[in-house]
Nanobody, 127 residues
Framework: QVQLVESGGGLVQAGGSLRLSCAAS????????MGWFRQAPGNEREFVAG????????RYADSLKGRFTISRDNAKNTVYLQMNSLKPEDTAVYYC????????????????????WGQGTQVTVSS
């Protein structure tokens, strides 16, 4: 079992930045691809960013390219999401997720592919 705990959310003004962290326990993340998803009220959970187990491959939702950066520190068993130039439409609960990966270079963009989820952290961007 992998336990994931997100942190770093909060209230920020439009144009500001936040860095979310996702700390894992129970197992090392070295064999897991990781992803960040978000869900706003009334909306479905949507893919934000994904990173391969090695960290060598990353993918982003098209609408977020250039503003968000996913990274990982396997030594710290932690994944990060740096969010810049935040907009009110980025307001949502942000979740990190882990998927056991059979290759070091695979990433995953669908929520159903992931095995473990954190409880989420709220990000609110005011205009």
């Amino acid at each position: 079992q992998v336990q994931l705990v997100e942190s770093g959310g909060g209230l920020v003004q439009a144009g500001g930045s936040l860095r979310l962290s996702c700390a894992a326990s129970g197992r090392t993340l070295i064999n897991y691809a990781m992803g960040w998803f978000r869900q706003a009220p009334g909306n479905e959970r949507e893919f934000v960013a994904g990173i391969s187990a090695s960290g060598g491959n990353t993918r982003y939702a098209d609408s977020l390219k250039g503003r968000f950066t996913i990274s990982r520190d396997n030594a710290k068993n932690t994944v990060y999401l740096q969010m810049n130039s935040l907009k009110p439409e980025d307001t949502a609960v942000y979740y990190c997720a882990a998927k056991f990966a059979y290759t070091s270079y695979s990433w995953y963009g669908n929520a159903y592919e992931y095995d473990y989820w954190g409880q989420g952290t709220q990000v609110t961007v005011s205009s």
